[in-house]
């Protein structure tokens, strides 16, 4: 058995238990993320086609809890850091959108990796940075987040999102 038939297969037990088991869906998204991230290329893709819709809808749903929430956003930039033609199904569901909504969110950390994840669908993708510009007033929920502390994170993800969308100047 090759390991993408192994992480293909883990994928598989990971949907299983999102849709079946109420208690473990942090725990079923989050590997679903990480094994698209380690899974390469294939893998990721798989994730994307197949599972993205069942994630967007635990962030469209009101009552869903907030660290659920923080835990689909940091699966969505898994699976399409890198990964360009993911990137591009994102821009179809409308994750784009989606993820500049939460940066308006009152949970610090939900903002926070709603930025990295932003940054990981637009990095290289001119036609989703297109689209992100196209949001109104979608610079103006990034400046907000920028001034959340990020001393904790290696760089501030919405300062760089606003750098590489030419929002911002070099300081």
């Excluded at 009152?106 to 709603?114: E, T």
Aim: hydrophobic residues 45%.
């Amino acid at each position: 058995m090759t390991v993408s038939t192994v992480l293909f297969l883990s994928i598989c037990l990971s949907s299983v238990m999102l849709l079946s088991a109420p208690l473990s869906e942090q725990t079923a998204v989050s590997r679903m993320g990480h094994l698209a991230w380690k899974g390469g290329h294939d893998v990721a893709l798989c994730c994307c086609r197949h599972y993205f819709m069942t994630l967007l809808s635990f962030l469209h749903r009101a009552e869903e809890t907030c660290p659920l929430k923080t835990q689909v956003v940091k699966a969505i930039a898994e699976i399409c850091i890198s990964h360009k033609a993911n990137q591009d199904i994102t821009r179809g569901y409308g994750v784009i959108e989606t993820l500049s909504e939460l940066l308006l969110e009152d949970a610090h950390q939900l903002r926070m990796w709603s930025a990295y994840a932003l940054f990981a669908v637009l990095c290289g993708n001119t036609a989703n940075q297109q689209a992100a510009l196209a949001i109104p007033r979608f610079e103006m929920r990034f400046v907000r987040v920028t001034l959340d502390d990020w001393s904790s994170w290696e760089h501030n993800a919405a300062e760089e999102c606003l750098l590489m969308l030419g929002l911002k100047d070099f300081q």
